[in-house]
């Protein structure tokens, strides 16, 4: 069982930065698979970026692609989304998910389905 906690969420400006960060219970984080997604109003939850459980490999959404970076510290059992240049359009819920990994693959899943835990989110705006 693991559990999820979102926090650093807030309201930026257009052009601004913020720094998600999800911590995890559990002592083995380091099995899991890391994604963000995020939900604006009346939208369904899109992939943002995800983190293979070694950190060696990453994934981003074209939307986010060279502004957000996505990393995890599994000793400290979270993983981070910094985002930086933001724009109205990244306003929505961020939600952190994890999925086991495969070993001696990247795997790296963007489907919301393949996730089996979910943190609440935290509220990201960014003004105009």
């Known amino acids: 069982q693991v559990q999820l906690v979102e926090s650093g969420g807030g309201l930026v400006q257009a052009g601004g930065s913020l720094r998600l960060s999800c911590a995890a219970s559990?002592?083995?984080?380091?099995?899991?698979?890391m994604g963000w997604f995020r939900q604006a109003p009346g939208k369904e939850r899109d992939f943002v970026a995800v983190?293979?459980?070694?950190?060696?490999?990453?994934k981003y959404a074209d939307s986010v692609k060279g502004r957000f970076t996505i990393s995890r510290d599994n000793a400290k059992s979270t993983v981070y989304l910094q985002m930086n240049s933001l724009k109205p359009e990244d306003t929505a819920v961020y939600y952190c998910?994890?999925?086991?990994?495969?070993?001696?693959?990247?795997?790296?899943?963007?489907?919301?389905?393949?996730?089996?835990?979910w943190g609440r989110g935290t509220q990201v705006t960014v003004s105009s």
């Open positions: 998910a994890a999925d086991r990994d495969i070993p001696f693959i990247p795997y790296l899943p963007i489907r919301r389905n393949l996730y089996g835990y």
């Open positions: 983190i293979t459980g070694s950190g060696g490999d990453t």
């Open positions: 559990g002592r083995t984080f380091s099995s899991y698979v």
